[in-house]
């Protein structure tokens, strides 16, 4: 019997236009590409900058299929990969920006070194929900900042999905973690295994003051930008080190000066985009699945039932904020 040589996937034509379900040809894998079933497509906030034409950091020419995340099963498997066969579950960041096939369809073919298998007590849905927020926090905490047992972590946006992750992966590298948020998210934090401080009711200096004695925190990680990577600059120790995942605005750098420390920018796209370090993306979601069966990490996953038929009702919901987790498209059944 042939193989089909068709799948369904929601296709975007135009900036800032619904998706069109429609049939498309399925991919076939080559030398170092893995064919996965896809079972599930996390929705990131970036996935809807893209779809709106809003995102120069993460262009992909239309039409596209979009959708960064994914998990599901290995169908098929090209030349040259040897770390995965027929039938294995796996999860990662594989496409949906710079003209590479995303997520929101029934199967795509996937380079082999930004995949990782599962933790095998995820379902699906809460795999998808993993990879970008995960990466991205590795890459800020452990890649770039280094974090020690016994330091101080403060997570600007700690219930957001990469703040949630950095709280949970400080806390696993032994840190004592602390994390900005609504006062409406503090249970969250909590739950997550950071101090929760509500930065609508505390200026940066009383935070520091109440919770590092004046010190500051050895390691700040920045989620949002803005006037949250200002308040970084001011919150961090000497010789401490400042992230950030969005450095948008315009920033005064004396603050940091001053405190002797240091800055670094993560840009989790880059190996999607330029083709470098793509292994190295497999590699964080092997630590990643090495922490979850370890019950050091959890995703946060939102409730809602969403199918491949259903992504513009999804992203309306992420773009209203009225999520509670990470929303999941279900691709598969």
Known sequence: MSKPT????AV???HGAPFRLTEVARPVPR????LVRIMASGVNP???KIRSGGAEHARHPLPAILGIDLAGVVEAVGAQVADFRVGDEVYGMTGGVGGIQGSLAEYAAVDAGLLARKPSHFSMREAASLPLVFITAWEGLVD????????TVLVQGGAGGVGSMAIQLAGA???KVFATGAAARANVIEQLGATP????????????AAYSSGRGFDVVYDTSGGTSLDDSFKAVARLGHVVSALGWGTHALAPLSFRAASYSGVFTLLPLLTGEGRAHHGE?????????EAGMIKPLVDAHYFALSDIDAAHALVQARRTQGKVVISITH
């Not at 770039?144 to 330091?151: S, T």
């Open 31 to 34: 030398a170092g590409q893995v």
């Open 197 to 208: 401080i509500d930065h609508a009711k505390m200026s940066v200096e009383e935070y520091v």
């Open 173 to 175: 590298l032994g840190a």
């Open 144 to 151: 770039r900042a280094h974090v020690l047992a016994g330091q």
């Open 6 to 9: 068709s799948m369904q996937a």
């Open 12 to 14: 975007l034509e135009n």
């Open 46 to 48: 970036l996935d809807l």
């Open 284 to 292: 964080i979601l092997r630590q990643a699945t090495r922490l979850a």
